[in-house]
């Protein structure tokens, strides 16, 4: 017997038409180049994401058809998410920071039409038109009077698209499981592969995502996502601050640490999402100046491990509560995040900081297991260590149009393999360890370079930090730690090595400590640890 419910798709431009209609007036802030304020409201978005999916239909596209944008998180971009998607095209966001190789990659296997162009990018794209044989138009996201001078053919300018349109129209009724948007991995190895959302899975993602425990983002919030609109749709956010009805505050190309405070503080921001080193920016900010945290009580770390020192820092230098959390591009990207249980009140402050250092528990509708290398299950105890699978309704079900990727990304039973390590507690908190290719295998047990790394960036010397296992006669492998110092520090490593001597088991510690000025990262910010290993492959450890 089928229930006799409504049989309401669910759509995306659900979203931006319930902000327009029961949070009209509040505000969408985006700052500009020249750093100025643009100021409006999700009415006035949703009117232009209808003038702009109007344009769309008149430059000739069809649903389904690929758009590309190329743009940080400012309120053309908003627009385009729903511009878009409303009408049932697909909504390309590209990582400008991939190399050119990448980019000419992706726009071709994505056979994007239309590709929207901020001006701080038009130069990038510039060089790769001679290889983009699907593009029809390149459309600049400015003014008439800030248009660049430029070879893009036949350069259109945003602004003059959306006056030649008029807001009125109906959004679309279609299948909930069409296509939405692509964000390409940015993997370390081989091409970029496409995660295709579809409107089904983003929806859901959004309402998963206000639950407390995850985001908890509600209509009092003032949300400034750092976390970049071309990259796993700035984990959610562009969708659910509309949903929620909170205010959305987009902070253009200006990342550092006093750009970021100063709007923190004058939009009277409560609750932030970044990676860590964007942190370390705001942090090292906050401290000098004791500005910047003057209204956030929340602020969701994610990306990359969190370090225990960082949450710590938030937490007791600034009472703001840092959340950590974990997910991937092919999770849309929420899996889980660190938030306690009732029966956390009554435990001790190290077990406390246990919990909200670990990556967290899974959000509703996402499932994990963990198995060792035969793929029997391990069981969820906190000390069983193993490879991270996850199911559910916002997570890939195969790559786009790449069906060798997307054969080995599963197991027989469905679920899709992370390449994360790690463990789960009976209580559902996940601890990551590793990503599967940098464990350090060390006479037959695992070492966590994470762990290491996490230790490392404690002590008050230490910029950033790298562990790497490299080949040893008579381990197999020994941990090398790669540390950048603080401005203005040199590196002691006696002094370091008994610095960790205590937050580490004593095999766990590093055979070596190497001093770099920088260390290699990927397009999202991630250590690179293939070129690491690369670069120290000829390094000798003194133990071997
Ligand atoms: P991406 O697809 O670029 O979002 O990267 C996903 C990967 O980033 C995950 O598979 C993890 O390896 C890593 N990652 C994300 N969040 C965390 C976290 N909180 N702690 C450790 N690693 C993380």
Not at 17 to 39: K, M, N
Not at 162 to 176: G, K, S, V, Y
Not at 509 to 532: N, Y
Request: with cysteine; hydrophobic share 40%; proline share 7%.
């Amino acid at each position: 017997m089928l229930g006799m419910m409504m049989d309401q798709p669910l759509l995306i431009s659900s979203l931006i038409e319930h902000a327009a209609r029961f949070h009209g007036d509040t505000e969408i802030v985006s700052r500009e180049t020249d750093r100025s304020l643009f100021r409006y409201t999700y009415a006035d978005a949703s009117a232009r994401a209808k003038r702009i999916a109007k344009a769309l239909q008149r430059l000739g596209t069809a649903p389904g058809d690929r758009v590309g944008t190329l743009a940080w998180n400012s309120h053309r971009h908003f627009e385009l998410y729903y511009g878009i998607s409303g009408t049932g095209r697909v909504l390309h966001t590209i990582n400008p920071r991939l190399f050119p190789d990448q980019l000419r990659y992706i726009i071709n296997h994505a056979a994007d039409q239309i590709l929207f162009i901020e001006p701080s990018f038009v130069g990038l794209v510039e060089k790769l038109v001679p290889d983009l044989p699907t593009v029809r138009h390149y459309v600049i996201m400015a003014p008439k009077a800030l248009m660049p001078a430029t070879s893009l053919p036949n350069a259109l300018c945003y602004e003059d698209l959306i006056e030649a349109e008029t807001p009125e129209l109906e959004w679309p009724r279609f299948d909930e499981q069409s296509a939405s948007s692509l964000c390409y991995t940015s993997g370390t190895t081989g091409n970029p592969k496409g995660a295709l959302y579809s409107h089904r899975s983003t929806v859901l993602h959004a309402f998963g995502s206000c639950a407390a425990d995850m985001l908890g983002v509600g209509a009092a919030d003032c949300v400034l996502p750092v976390v970049p609109m071309f990259h796993v749709n700035a984990w959610g956010i562009p969708y659910s601050c509309p949903l929620a009805g909170a205010k959305l505050v987009l902070p253009g190309q200006h990342l550092d640490g006093e750009s970021l405070c100063t709007l923190f503080d004058q939009e009277g921001v409560t609750f932030s999402l970044g990676v860590p080193t964007i942190w370390l920016g705001a942090l090292k900010y906050a401290d000098e100046t004791g500005k910047g945290f003057s209204s956030i009580k929340r602020v969701i770390i994610g990306g990359s491990a969190a370090p225990p020192s960082m949450i710590e820092a938030f937490d007791k230098k600034h009472g703001v509560r840092a959340v950590h959390a974990w997910g991937m591009t092919e999770m849309s990207p929420l899996g889980t995040a660190a938030c306690l249980k009732a029966r956390h009140a009554a435990a001790s402050p190290e077990a406390i900081t246990r919990v909200l250092c670990s990556q967290g528990r899974p959000s509703f509708l996402v499932d994990l297991k963990i198995t060792d290398e035969a793929g029997e299950r391990l069981p969820h105890d906190g000390v069983a260590v193993g490879n991270l699978y996850v199911r559910g309704p916002w997570v890939v079900r195969g790559y786009y149009n790449d069906p060798d990727a997307s054969a080995e990304a599963f197991d027989a039973e469905g679920w899709f393999k992370t390449g994360d390590v790690c463990s789960i507690d009976p209580d559902g908190y996940v601890r990551i360890t590793d990503r599967s290719k940098d464990v350090i295998k060390s006479g037959g047990e695992w070492i966590s370079s994470i762990d290491l790394e996490n230790a490392a960036v404690g002590h008050p010397d230490v910029a950033e930090a790298a562990v790497i296992g490299l080949a040893h006669p008579r381990w197999d492998e020994r941990p090398l730690l790669i540390i950048v110092p603080k401005e203005g520090r040199t590196i002691d490593k006696p002094a370091i090595m008994s610095f960790l001597a205590d937050k580490v088991a004593k095999w766990w510690l590093p055979d070596d400590i190497a001093v770099v000025e920088q260390l290699p990262h990927t397009a999202t910010g991630k250590l690179l640890k293939t070129k690491l290993r690369q670069d120290f492959a000829d390094y000798k450890l003194p133990t071997a």
